[in-house]
């Protein structure tokens, strides 16, 4: 295979930190990148975008005037690049960005420009950073009023979480315990030389990232890549005493998975709906319905439920879950988890772009879009269900401060344990190569928040 130069990169890495400066994520860019060049530009784009608040100021104190955009984005994006510790030698980041600014017939004339500033920074590196790093939003590399939010909301742990966020989180697989136990695969895996340590019932993280092709029957559904957090929603609901009888009986279960893309819970509800029935010497009857308002990522649920062989136990609706008149039969559900949409300020360890793609004003809108699906759930359950919400949000705003306006609203919640605010990486000491396997297993936690409710007759 011919190796990839890091100039060959850069121009999509670019692409890519262009998108986030306009407003958008990097997905739409990653997808149009070359598939040879794909994981090498996305692991990149990350990069630059974990150094973004330091790469815009240091790149502001190279130029006594403003570049153009696209210059002035790939000046950013090699200044990113240049940042201790790096993941090239300077020499070879300079040396590349210069070559594919020649590459590019835009900017040709601009390489020696190019080379001037990083050379610059180079020389100046130490005088320049203590410069920038005068600034709380650089050292964090998170917009100031993300920062002073959760400094109010977590005045003990907001700096150690904004440092784990500048960190990737680790790769978490959750077994499928309807085909193997979790010591089965855990096995599988030691067998292919792959280290992976248990976390709760069905999770493995691993030790070093690795392809899904190199896991031992990925594509028949043995395993699924999820991180720990989100492997917590579906055993909230099957803790339900009232789906746990109904199991035992073989009575039929509807559950309503909403908000439900890429399909990542909804496989693991069934999962553990399959291994349960058969543990209690009865056929499958649970069936759950999961509700996507994006046909694109409904098209995922799909695919997750067709690798996992579990389609002929799910229905997927595409619709507004705030619009039941429009999708809903008047059935009530045994069971709903609502996995509301929000800031995603849990997951910016997997999701760097987010910080720098949210605005204040979005928590107000995302809390109230919540607050709609909440009580559309809640008014389907059928007396006895649970509901679980969870959001990957450590913003109060979209956690325990949401449940306390609906718990004021509805007496017949009944509030069971659950595990509240999860922040991420548990706000451990930040990973690093010489993990121990307890550091291990917390750092497998994104942030996320969880609550879950039995409903009381009235």
Not at 377 to 396: D, E, H, I, M, N
Request: aromatic fraction near 6%.
């Amino acid at each position: 295979m011919a190796t990839v130069s890091l100039s060959q990169q850069f121009p999509w890495v670019a692409q890519a930190a262009q998108a986030v400066g306009n407003g958008r994520n990097t997905d739409a860019v990653l997808g149009k990148t070359p598939v040879h060049l794909r994981a090498g530009v996305q692991a990149l784009s990350f990069h630059v975008l974990r150094q973004w608040a330091w790469a815009h100021a240091i790149t502001a104190q190279l130029v006594k005037k403003k570049p153009d955009a696209e210059l002035a984005i790939w000046l950013t994006t090699a200044v990113a690049l240049l940042r201790e510790p790096r993941l090239y030698d300077a020499h070879t980041v300079v040396d590349q960005a210069v070559q594919a600014c020649k590459d590019n017939h835009r900017l040709a004339g601009k390489a020696a420009f190019v080379n001037a500033c990083l050379r610059r920074l180079l020389r100046e590196y130490a005088a320049l950073d203590a410069l920038v790093m005068a600034d709380e939003s650089v050292r964090f590399n998170h917009p100031q009023w993300w920062i002073d939010r959760l400094r109010a909301q977590y005045p003990d742990h907001w700096a150690a979480m904004l440092q784990v966020n500048q960190v990737a989180g680790p790769m978490v697989l959750r077994v499928n315990v309807a085909q193997q136990s979790l010591a089965d695969y855990q096995a599988r895996l030691a067998a292919e030389g792959i280290v992976a340590t248990p976390v709760g019932d069905q999770g493995l993280v691993l030790d070093k990232p690795l392809a899904v092709g190199r896991l031992p029957s990925f594509e028949s559904g043995a395993v699924s890549v999820q991180d720990a957090s989100p492997q917590m929603a579906a055993p909230l609901i099957w803790a339900s005493a009232y789906l746990q009888a109904a199991v035992t009986a073989g009575r039929p279960l509807r559950i309503l998975d909403a908000c439900a893309a890429p399909g990542g819970k909804t496989g693991h509800l069934l999962e553990l709906a399959v291994a349960r029935s058969r543990a209690a010497g009865q056929p499958m009857t649970t069936r759950v319905t999961a509700l996507e308002i994006s046909p694109k990522r409904a098209a995922r649920i799909h695919e997750t439920l067709d690798r996992l062989a579990l389609s002929a136990h799910a229905d997927v609706q595409v619709a507004d879950g705030k619009l039941p008149q429009k999708w809903w039969n008047g059935q009530p559900w045994d069971a709903v988890l609502l996995d509301a949409p929000c800031t995603a300020s849990g997951i910016v360890r997997r999701h760097p772009d987010v910080p720098w793609l949210r605005r204040p004003a979005d928590i107000d809108q995302l809390v109230a879009e919540q607050r709609a699906l909440l009580e559309m759930a809640w008014s389907q359950l059928v007396v006895g269900g649970r509901l679980v919400y969870c959001t990957c949000s450590t913003f109060k705003e979209e956690g325990e401060w949401q449940i306390d306006a609906f718990l004021e609203q509805h007496p017949d919640a009944q509030r069971v344990e659950a595990p509240g605010h999860v922040l991420p990486g548990c706000v451990n000491a930040t990973p690093d190569a010489n993990l121990n396997d307890a550091a291990l297993v917390h750092a497998a936690f994104d942030g996320f928040f969880y609550a879950a409710f039995d409903k009381r007759a009235t």
